[in-house]
């Protein structure tokens, strides 16, 4: 156990539809990093929340979109959902400061879209 | 973040070392190494980081040359379960995102 928990852990939906993923980050880290990881593709990073407040924003769709709540969980809403969005998403957690192994991942969540 | 530049795939023995190289020869003095690695659909895990110095610890040991443009990641006895796609990154450890490139997928056979 990462002490990063991902809900659910895996998620079959249809096109069109939306579905909210869920981060609990490690206790104590104040920033939540979502990635996405096509098949066979790469990491890549959608968007980072500090505190509740974004932070970055990477290669993030319109139809997707994130918050941090008061109790430092995250939720990742997608929305209009396309086959190609099947992927794994995974959730990422760091303390504020470090020369860190303070980046956490979760176990991630498998979203397929049929 | 400087760019790094990995073999995209190695086998090893398992009992061996493995050694996965990996080249960064635009680092900036403040960036350190990291490696990660991703075991089959799992999220990354910390391997071990270093600026400058050797650097040991229980999975690994890091071995970053003295001009620091290439560094060595040693998997002193790699089992079946090393198996996994092994990222090199260099960045300011600042609490920003990581980025990963495309790794190494390393292979232990038996």
């Known amino acids: 156990d990462s002490g990063v928990t991902q809900t659910p852990k895996h998620l079959i939906t249809a096109t069109g539809q939306r579905v909210t993923l869920r981060c609990s980050p490690r206790?104590?880290?104040?920033?939540v990093y979502w990635y996405q990881q096509s098949l066979d593709q790469g990491l890549q990073f959608l968007i980072q929340?500090?505190?509740?407040?974004?932070?970055a924003k990477g290669n993030i769709l319109e139809r997707f979109s994130a918050q941090q709540f008061p109790d430092l969980h995250s939720e990742l809403n997608l929305s209009s959902l396309e086959l190609g969005d099947s992927a794994l998403y995974f959730c990422?957690?760091?303390?504020?400061?470090?020369?860190?192994?303070?980046?956490?991942f979760g176990s991630g969540t498998r979203l397929t879209v049929v | 973040d400087a760019k790094t530049t990995q073999p995209p795939s190695m086998d090893c023995a398992e009992g061996r070392a493995a050694n996965l190289p990996c080249n960064h020869s635009?680092?900036?003095?403040?960036?350190?190494v990291y490696w990660y690695r991703q075991i089959h659909s799992q999220g990354p895990q910390y391997i071990i980081h270093?600026?400058?110095n050797n650097e040991t610890n229980e999975m690994a040991s890091l071995i970053i040359t003295e001009d620091r443009k290439s560094s060595t990641l040693i998997l002193p006895h790699a089992t079946l379960r090393d198996t996994a796609v092994y990222y090199c990154?260099?960045?300011?450890?600042?609490?920003?995102?990581?980025?990963f490139g495309t790794g190494t997928r390393l292979t232990i056979i038996p």
């Open positions: 990422a957690s760091s303390a504020e400061t470090g020369t860190e192994y303070g980046y956490t």
């Open positions: 206790s104590g880290d104040l920033s």
């Open positions: 929340y500090y505190n509740g407040e974004e932070r």
């Open positions: 635009t680092i900036s003095g403040n960036e350190y």
């Open positions: 270093g600026l400058k």
């Open positions: 990154i260099v960045r300011v450890p600042i609490n920003e995102k990581l980025t």
